[in-house]
């Protein structure tokens, strides 16, 4: 089974960028799809990107599309999340999960925070 950490999250200034970072162990990542929720307080969860075992698909959602960008290197275990003009709106604890089948494992969060 696989094992997730997040890291990269912080304060931010609107218009501002983060990149997170989410480093996976075990040996079967490759079969994988990874992606990306965040839960903010009052605010149901939103899964914001996924990407396909291969890297070949991508999903975002609306209220990010355009502005963040997932990927993946699966040589060496890490998906990450590049987020560019943040809003006030993007404030979360940000999650990286992986599936396969139905089977979903989440790392601990990582903390954003978007200042206006």
């Known amino acids: 089974q696989v094992q997730l950490v997040e890291s990269g999250g912080g304060l931010a200034q609107a218009g501002g960028s983060l990149r997170l970072s989410c480093a996976a162990s075990?040996?079967?990542?490759?079969?994988?799809?990874m992606g990306w929720f965040r839960q903010a307080p009052g605010k149901e969860r939103e899964v914001v990107a996924s990407?396909?075992?291969?890297?070949?698909?991508?999903y975002y959602a609306d209220s990010v599309k355009g502005r963040f960008t997932i990927s993946r290197d699966n040589a060496r275990n890490t998906v990450a999340l590049q987020m560019n003009t943040l809003k006030p709106e993007d404030t979360a604890i940000y999650y990286c999960?992986?599936?396969?089948?139905?089977?979903?494992?989440w790392g601990p969060g990582t903390q954003v925070t978007v200042a206006s």
């Open positions: 999960y992986a599936r396969i089948l139905r089977s979903y494992t």
């Open positions: 990407i396909s075992y291969s890297g070949s698909d991508t």
């Open positions: 075990g040996r079967t990542f490759s079969t994988y799809a």
